[in-house]
């Protein structure tokens, strides 16, 4: 990991890399240095209900150093981009370090966000039934073209949003955001950081890592889960989390269902190196190892 020594001691901070990457660690460190404290911009961190398969800090760093936006909404509860902006709102008074791998928050923290209106419970319910029934690709090719050529067209929740929008609406999601208002945080005004690391070395400390994980309790927090757990959630999107359930259900063997944990793993981090490789190109670049 790179030094912090070139790391401004004033201005907000920003880390974006995708998972397993080391960018909470780097985070730890530069608000131990400036005191700051650490806020969460990981869209499945935010889930009280998992802290294991999330990679949440632990709550031996919760306690050393000051986090914020982390474990805090229930599984069953409404959370999007824009609630996550209404709060982050609220820390950008003091030192912050903001840390996450979700490329969403950070755009709409540095470029602005649309006020998108709200999208009804029956569309939602439409939506989940027809991803269940016909698989996400049916809401994918009803998408407009521009949305479509903005989404990120293998993640399912990112599609389904587009097409709820659409839906609700008669607007696509991207018509919706060229609307976009005044960003909180303008990119000039922040010390912008992404994680860039080779994809050997960051698979090899993907599967690591989950092996930590299940070592340190995942499977008694997915058994925990189980009861609640709504894979069409987006709190039950958590990375590994259907692999595990599929165990307790007695459909795999638990090494076939680590084995398949550790592939969406590194499917998922190869989608966040893409976003942050189109997206993120002004921002300042941190080469791993």
């Given at each position: 990991m ?12 920003l880390i974006a890399g995708?998972t397993a990457?080391?960018?909470?660690a780097?985070?730890?460190?530069i ?8 806020v ?7 889930y009280?209900c ?6 949440r800090p632990?709550r ?6 000051p ?14 981009v ?30 602005g966000l649309?006020e ?11 939506a989940d ?5 016909e ?13 479509a050529?903005k989404?990120d ?14 839906r609700a ?5 991207a018509?919706?955001?060229a ?5 909180l945080l ?9 994680l860039r ?7 090899d ?7 930590a994980m299940?070592?340190?309790g995942?499977l008694?927090?997915?058994r925990?889960e189980?009861p609640h ?6 709190a039950?999107?958590?990375i590994?989390?259907?692999?595990l359930?599929a165990f307790?259900a ?6 076939a ?15 966040q ?11 300042r670049?941190?080469?791993?190892p």
């Amino acid at each position: 990991m790179a030094g912090i020594a070139g790391i401004s001691r004033e201005a907000p901070v920003l880390i974006a890399g995708p998972t397993a990457s080391g960018k909470s660690a780097l985070a730890m460190e530069i608000a131990a240095r400036d005191g700051r404290v650490v806020v969460n911009a990981d869209a499945l961190q935010v889930y009280g209900c998992w802290r294991l398969l999330t990679a949440r800090p632990s709550r031996e760093d919760e306690t050393a150093l000051p986090h914020a936006l982390y474990g805090h909404v229930g599984r069953d509860q409404p959370y999007s981009v824009g609630h996550w902006l209404r709060e982050v709102a609220g820390w950008l008074d003091r030192p912050v370090v903001i840390v996450g791998g979700t490329g969403l928050y950070f755009s709409a923290l540095t470029e602005g966000l649309a006020e998108v209106p709200p999208v009804p419970p029956g569309v939602r319910a439409e939506a989940d039934r027809r991803r269940q029934t016909e698989g996400f690709g049916a809401l994918r090719d009803e998408l407009d073209p521009a949305t479509a050529a903005k989404t990120d067209l293998a993640n399912p929740a990112r599609v389904q949003r587009a097409w709820e929008v659409l839906r609700a609406t008669g607007r696509g999601l991207a018509d919706w955001q060229a609307e976009g208002g005044a960003p909180l945080l303008p990119l000039h005004r922040a010390e912008a950081l992404v994680l860039r690391p080779d994809a050997g070395w960051l698979n090899d400390r993907i599967d690591r890592r989950f092996d930590a994980m299940m070592a340190a309790g995942a499977l008694d927090e997915a058994r925990a889960e189980r009861p609640h757990w709504n894979p069409s959630a987006a709190a039950g999107r958590a990375i590994g989390a259907p692999e595990l359930m599929a165990f307790l259900a007695g459909e795999v063997t638990l090494d076939a269902a680590v084995a398949a944990a550790k592939i969406a793993s590194r499917q998922y981090a190869k989608r966040q190196r893409t976003w942050f490789r189109s997206r993120m190109k002004a921002w300042r670049e941190v080469t791993l190892p």
